[in-house]
């Protein structure tokens, strides 16, 4: 695979014509869309590099890809065995701290994602051609990449034969295999949602390792349904299945990009009941258009952004509501509802609609109506339910079930297609007449709809089984998985000291990488350590805005819940744990907070949703976690020692180093 515009050896580039290396770099660029100002910042670097580098040997690229972020990095050199990150501001006195980041960011992408540049030496350059020299010192940041120093056009050379000098005692590196080896990319879904809806395909932004491999193989799947559908004029529904973090959403928003083609009359739209991450998506997709507008020298308004970006994603209330009163097809031939198994039942949808609608006659469950929407449509349609096992945390969610029970008696012309994983694994259906009617209606089972593997937590793909069994109380099986598989790869810590995880946070934290604290919204007494729960965040600016803003994730100050954080992710989490789930006296202890007091919990679905609260609190860290467990205090009678200790030691127990 070429991933450059441009790739040779330095002593080949230093002898060729600079018309000919620009015209081999805008050859693979979308000339339509080559502005004035890119064309003069290539033909600056190409002038600039072809002075510099006349006395060095190694190879260079330009423009060459980070797939994960949806960019490309200025050049890449390989001198000796140093891998130099460049990043250009062509024309700037300044060394901008937000291309700082970005240099670093690229080369922190090489370190993570990059097989060849694992433990590499990786320096990250700004050269920002008019500034002053600035006198730099190397700061190690993760493994061998270093923190991004900077440059201008007349001592760049120096910069690099200072570089070089300095770690001459590690090993050169092989062009060939550097260029050849794996790149295995794990977008967060913001990243992944922005890269998509700028037209690039699920495959240029994710892994391509056999691990991963399912991404696409269920992403082919449900298009190969979808082109049956509308050839024999059938109406579908399918269920894909996947491990928190295996790429459900962003399965979803592939399907949703490559379905809607006008011109071919196909219409999708991605809906999901999760308004936050619905209102994050929509804020990130909003802010990249008028971003790269602007950068374009074009002119978009925030409102005419966020209007274009609403036919991409949707709430699904919303898309509800108007299909109440609307009474014809929607325009979508494909709809995608994503977290379907947290659609509302037909008890609490019809007291919604009764209540807050004005609706008295509503007497089915969301999936039933969204069914019967689909179902105006004189031809074919199809419907793809993304659903995640153990994930209803809150009443009324309706379950897999509810999705399955309408077609029991009704639809009888739909194909049904289901993972299989639906029939072997409890956490998708506990009710059997849902598995009897699927074997009444020849529903088809695919091993294709199950996404297997974890892309979250790229360091480790066990880190759900490992939450599966302490939520199982299997402290043995935990134990094994913890020490074989995660102890190595994925950074777990725990600690009694609010203080030290902020401190662990801001540690591990690198470039872009985002962290936060995170607790289950019934954690009402982490509120004497300054964490409430109930103080309601604003998602995108807590997800999205940057590190000098105090209402951000990164200040540490405002708690996510996981009503906020499913569906969404963050690199580095801190888990503020309560006394709602607490272990004691060898087990598991469910309580709610009422009034001024706990409150044992002996309803099975609330137990339940407490249960899948902290299964979405553990799996939401992309590289690593720190848990914090307060001390209790048996002078309040709120916070009994007993409630935090045993569930303390039942985490030492399983071998997780304590800070």
């Avoid at 590690?170 to 790149?183: M, P, R």
Wanted: proline share 2%.
């Amino acid at each position: 695979m070429n991933r450059a515009y441009y790739s040779n050896f330095i002593n080949e580039f230093v002898n060729e014509n600079e018309e000919t290396i620009y015209g081999k770099i805008s050859g693979n660029y979308d000339l339509n869309k080559l502005s004035i100002q890119q064309a003069n910042a290539w033909k600056s670097q190409i002038h600039i590099l072809r002075n510099v580098l006349s006395s060095f040997t190694g190879k260079i690229y330009f423009e060459f890809t980070i797939p994960r972020m949806g960019k490309r990095v200025d050049n890449i050199l390989i001198i000796d065995n140093c891998i130099f990150v460049l990043e250009f501001k062509i024309g700037s006195d300044i060394y901008d701290k937000y291309a700082i980041n970005q240099a670093f960011d690229y080369g922190l992408d090489l370190n993570n994602f990059h097989e060849g540049s694992h433990n590499k030496v990786i320096i990250p350059i700004l050269i920002a051609d008019k500034a002053n020299e600035i006198v730099n010192s190397y700061h190690k940041s993760i493994d061998n990449l270093y923190e991004t120093i900077l440059a201008n056009s007349e001592n760049l050379i120096d910069v690099i034969k200072t570089t070089l000098f300095n770690f001459n005692n590690h090993e050169n590196l092989d062009f060939e295999y550097w260029e050849n080896s794996t790149y295995k990319p794990t977008p967060t879904i913001i990243e992944a949602a922005t890269a998509l809806y700028k037209k690039h395909n699920v495959e240029e932004i994710s892994r391509s390792d056999s691990g991963a491999e399912n991404l696409s193989v269920t992403s082919n799947c449900i298009s190969n349904i979808i082109d049956y559908s509308k050839t024999e004029n059938k109406k579908s529904i399918c269920f894909i299945t996947g491990v928190p973090g295996a790429g459900k959403t962003l399965a979803g928003l592939n399907i949703a990009n490559l379905r809607s083609n006008y011109e071919k009359e196909e219409h999708a739209v991605f809906l999901s009941g999760n308004g936050p991450l619905v209102d994050v998506l929509k804020d990130a997709l909003t802010r990249d258009k008028v971003k790269s507008a602007k950068e374009n020298n074009q002119l978009i308004t925030k409102d005419s952004a966020k209007n274009e970006v609403k036919s991409f994603i949707q709430n699904i209330h919303h898309f509800r509501d108007e299909y109440t009163k609307d009474k014809n097809a929607p325009i979508e031939k494909v709809t995608i509802f994503d977290e379907a198994q947290r659609a509302w039942t037909k008890e609490q949808a019809s007291n919604f609609m009764k209540r807050n609608k004005g609706i008295s006659d509503f007497n089915k469950s969301e999936p039933e109506f969204l069914i019967e929407v689909m179902d105006r449509h004189e031809t074919w349609c199809t419907i793809v339910c993304l659903i995640g096992g153990g994930q209803e945390i809150n009443t009324g969610e309706a379950g897999l079930e509810e999705w399955i029970r309408p077609f029991e008696e009704k639809f009888s012309d739909w194909d049904i297609y289901f993972s299989s994983k639906i029939i072997e694994d409890n956490n998708y259906i506990k009710d059997k007449n849902a598995l009897s009617i699927l074997k009444n209606r020849n529903a088809i089972k695919k091993d294709e709809l199950h996404l297997s593997v974890s892309l979250r937590s790229f360091r480790s793909a066990k880190l759900s089984d490992f939450i599966q069994e302490i939520i199982n109380n299997d402290i043995e099986k935990s134990k094994k998985i913890y020490l074989e598989f995660i102890k190595n790869e994925y950074p777990i810590k725990i600690t009694r000291d609010l203080g030290k995880a902020r401190k662990w946070l801001n540690s591990k934290t690198k470039g872009s990488e985002r962290s936060g604290i995170i607790a289950s919204s019934g954690a009402i007494r982490l509120r004497p350590f300054g964490l409430n729960v109930k103080a309601k965040i604003d998602a995108p600016i807590w997800f999205l805005n940057d590190k000098d803003d105090i209402r951000s994730s990164y200040f540490l100050e405002e708690v996510a819940t996981e009503f906020d954080i499913q569906g969404l992710e963050l690199d580095w989490t801190c888990v503020a744990w309560d006394g709602d789930l607490f272990y004691d006296n060898q087990q598991w202890n469910y309580r709610k907070f009422k009034g001024t007091k706990w409150q044992n919990i002996n309803n099975s679905n609330i137990t339940s949703y407490l249960i899948n609260s902290y299964r979405v609190l553990l799996t939401r860290a992309r590289q690593g976690m720190i848990i914090y467990i307060p001390n209790g205090n048996d002078e309040d009678l709120t916070r009994p020692k007993f409630m935090y200790d045993g569930t303390y030691e039942f985490f030492v127990r399983l071998g997780i180093q304590e800070i």
